[in-house]
């Protein structure tokens, strides 16, 4: 499958001076972690999102959906990074830069020794305030910021004696919703969940990246989910060469060159064939 990679095709693979690399769930199967939406494994395929990973779901049961999120995490905790992001990690290393940009929350491009990861989102291991907007906007005084864990503090009157490193010592583990030692706001997984805007910065960091590639990689999504899917589209408007790797096509597959595999077994075979 590789060798009908078109030779003018490998030649700019070759002379890339910046390859992105966009993933999707697809990326991590591999590693044994469910993607959300293959049919019958998929994570979606058995909870419903609205219930585990909603703002409203949290407000309304946030142990329910502390739990599901422990649970993932046990999950994705056991699983080690594959073949195909351990190619992406070796490759890093023959470019003058790639730029990983992730929809996985489960650091395993961190763990194979990617350095350039944008997670879009976020990060299942770290913990952030719940900001409750709507109690917040109801607040009659502007709210106060927790100078720990940069939340609307909860409480009026912050612990003076609790520190940043209080806070950064919380971990996604079993047990109650565990709430800000200063100011007493819960705690949630940094992830983007349904409903949510992504964290601008790391939007404008990515699309930048995305404006800035000669190249990419796309791999392992189903492109169902915005603003994460426009961004291959991105790249193609702009000129960039696209290849798709996925064993299923997605709405991008006539438009760019496929690879229909999977992450493991094609990322392997395309760093020795074009890289090596
Ligand atoms: N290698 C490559 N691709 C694979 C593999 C594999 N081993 N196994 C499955 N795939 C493909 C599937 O064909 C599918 O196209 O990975 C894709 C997984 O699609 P989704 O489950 O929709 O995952 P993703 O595209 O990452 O979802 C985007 O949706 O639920 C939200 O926030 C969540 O980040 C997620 C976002």
């Excluded at 499958?1 to 078109?6: E, G, P, R």
């Excluded at 949630?188 to 404006?211: G, H, I, K, T, Y």
């Excluded at 590639?213 to 426009?230: F, H, K, N, R, T």
């Excluded at 060469?241 to 760019?256: C, F, G, K, M, S």
């Amino acid at each position: 499958m590789i060798a009908t990679l078109h030779a003018s095709l490998i030649d700019r693979l070759r002379r890339a001076q910046h390859l992105a690399v966009f993933t999707g769930a697809g990326m991590s199967a591999e590693s044994g972690i469910p993607t959300f939406r293959d049919r019958l494994t998929g994570l979606w395929a058995h909870t419903d999102p609205v219930e585990v990973a909603t703002p409203q779901a949290f407000r309304r049961d946030p142990q329910r959906v502390w739990d599901w999120h422990v649970h993932l995490a046990s999950a994705v905790a056991a699983a080690q990074p594959n073949a195909g992001h351990r190619a992406l990690a070796a490759l890093a290393g023959k470019l003058p830069r790639l730029s990983v940009v992730t929809q996985n929350i489960d650091s395993l491009h961190q763990a194979a020794g990617s350095r350039d990861v944008i997670e879009l989102h976020g990060n299942l291991f770290r913990l952030k305030p719940f900001i409750d907007e709507d109690a917040a906007f109801e607040a009659a005084e502007p709210p106060v910021i927790c100078r720990v864990c940069d939340g609307y503090a909860a409480w009026r009157d912050c612990d003076p004696w609790a520190s940043r490193e209080d806070f950064a010592r919380l971990r996604l583990a079993a047990g109650p919703v565990p709430r800000c030692p200063c100011c007493g706001a819960r705690l949630r997984p940094d992830v983007v969940w349904f409903n949510e805007m992504l964290d601008p910065q790391v939007l404008d960091a990515a699309m930048s990246a995305v404006d800035a590639c000669d190249a990419m990689l796309c791999i392992g999504s189903s492109l169902e989910v915005e603003p994460a899917a426009s961004l291959p589209w991105r790249a193609l408007r702009r000129g960039a060469a696209v290849i798709e790797v996925n064993p299923q096509p997605t709405a991008l597959t006539p438009h760019v060159t496929a690879l229909p595999g999977t992450a493991a077994q094609v990322l392997p075979q395309l760093l020795a064939t074009v890289w090596n």
